[in-house]
């Protein structure tokens, strides 16, 4: 049976910091963000956003009242959830009106939990070919102002509905994955940023590829020319070019070359957002989607998901005929450039002003544009609002 990706909508809200904004007031050359880091703008998010929020204004971009009517699970993975107990995907079941028939669940691993979700909802498929699932990562990646990783800070959501004869990419039953117990970053109960031990994440990173890649090839027979095109978990893009480079080691020169090319497609949009963890690796395949000119379908799409602490995996998706009409070219780019530029000194304090451990505090919704909003607290529970 034919499984896969059937939509994909993608949500990061409405303001964002330049680079060469951040180098200048953290006194660093500003080519280290856009080259050597390979960032040139980063999303901010606003206190009257979560991940939430920014999940449900995702979903409402792609789901039918059909789709809704034929969704019995909604799977919510993130690493920066917002209670200990409630699931997310429980508060998306109201706002976005789901029925009440449906299993609602939040997922975590790192930045992995989403490609997990999508592997989990597979599986629910194919025991149940006339359901769909909702898939959804959605993260605000945080760590601190001047910090090292603060260039490499954003956040978003991205949204999939996995169903049977899915009109995007049908998932191949050849992953490949490797866990491993380390300390790379992680982010201790109560704290509201990551920490992180940076350069050592970066080479886990790549360690995770090479150990999954490898093990790919010796179980699927295939090499790298089998792929036209890579996408991979971008914390930051530079690190998946990286990633790329191992890919295409002593490959034919064309193919080398058409991966690279591809690759720009992949990481365009993560370019201007910045690390969106667990839907990270979804926003480089639909950038893939929306910004490549060349993509036929039957091509192979290889996708690498990688989770600190940690998880890799690697696994494929074949285009099916008549993607193309399910994905508008460049439309997300619209979205970023309609986005507000912030100054560093305005950033610094939307960045400071999220409820945190608050009792009762309300937000002012009317400065945020999106159709759904994190409102507030009271008595510790939080208000959603669709506007
Ligand atoms: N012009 C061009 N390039 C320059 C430059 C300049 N003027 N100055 C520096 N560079 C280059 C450096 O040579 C370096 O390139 P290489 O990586 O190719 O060596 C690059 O810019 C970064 O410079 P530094 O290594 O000096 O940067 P740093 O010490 O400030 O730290 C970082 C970079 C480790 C990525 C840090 O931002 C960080 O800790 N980020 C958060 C952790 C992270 O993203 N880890 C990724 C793997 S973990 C994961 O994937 C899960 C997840 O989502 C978090």
Redesign the pocket.
């Known amino acids: 049976m034919n499984i896969g990706i059937d939509k994909i909508g993608f949500f990061t809200p409405h303001l964002y910091l330049d680079m060469k904004d951040l180098a200048q007031a953290r006194n660093?050359?500003?080519?280290?963000y856009?080259?050597?880091?390979g960032q040139s703008k980063m999303a901010v998010i606003p206190p009257t956003q979560d991940v939430i929020s920014m999940a449900a204004n995702a979903a409402d971009q792609i789901l039918t009242a059909e789709d809704k009517e034929k969704i019995d699970m909604i799977l919510f993975a993130t690493e920066s959830g917002v209670d200990n107990s409630k699931s997310g995907a429980v508060y998306l079941q109201r706002l976005l009106g789901f029925k009440n028939q449906v299993r609602v669940v939040e997922m975590k691993q790192?930045?992995y939990a989403a490609t997990a979700a999508i592997h989990f909802a597979h599986g629910h498929i194919a025991m149940n070919p006339d359901s769909k699932v909702l898939v959804i990562g959605a993260d605000n990646?945080r760590?601190g102002l001047k910090?090292?990783?603060?260039?490499?800070q954003g956040g978003g959501a991205a949204a999939m509905l996995i169903s049977r004869n899915p009109r995007i990419l049908s998932i191949q039953d050849d992953a490949t994955f490797w866990a491993e117990d380390v300390m790379?970053?992680w982010r201790p109960l109560g704290h509201d940023e990551?920490l992180?031990d940076?350069?050592y994440?970066?080479n886990?990173?790549l360690d995770f590829f090479k150990h999954v890649f490898d093990e790919y090839q010796a179980k699927t027979g295939f090499d790298i020319s089998k792929f036209d095109a890579l996408c991979f978990?971008l914390?930051?893009t530079?690190?998946g070019y990286?990633a790329l480079k191992i890919a295409i080691e002593g490959a034919d020169p064309t193919v080398a070359a058409n991966l690279t090319r591809e690759f720009e497609n992949v990481r365009k949009y993560s370019n201007q957002i910045g690390?969106l963890?667990t839907g990270?690796l979804y926003l480089g395949f639909l950038s893939l989607l929306e910004n490549a000119n060349d993509l036929k379908a039957g091509m192979r799409i290889g996708l690498y998901s990688?989770?600190?602490g940690a998880q890799g995996e690697f696994y494929s998706g074949l285009l099916r005929p008549g993607f193309e009409k399910q994905i508008k070219h460049q439309a997300f780019q619209n979205v970023l450039d309609a986005r507000q530029r912030l100054t560093v000194e305005e950033y610094e304090k939307v960045y400071n002003s999220r409820i945190k451990d608050e009792k009762t505090r309300m937000l002012d919704i009317e400065s945020d544009p999106a159709k759904y909003v994190f409102a507030g607290v009271k008595d510790y529970q939080r208000q959603y609002l669709r506007k």
């Open positions: 660093e050359d500003p080519n280290k856009l080259i050597g880091i790192a930045c990646a760590y910090t090292k990783g603060e260039v490499t790379d970053f990551a992180v940076g350069k994440s970066t886990v990173y978990h914390p930051y530079k690190e990286k690390n963890y990270s990688y989770g600190s």
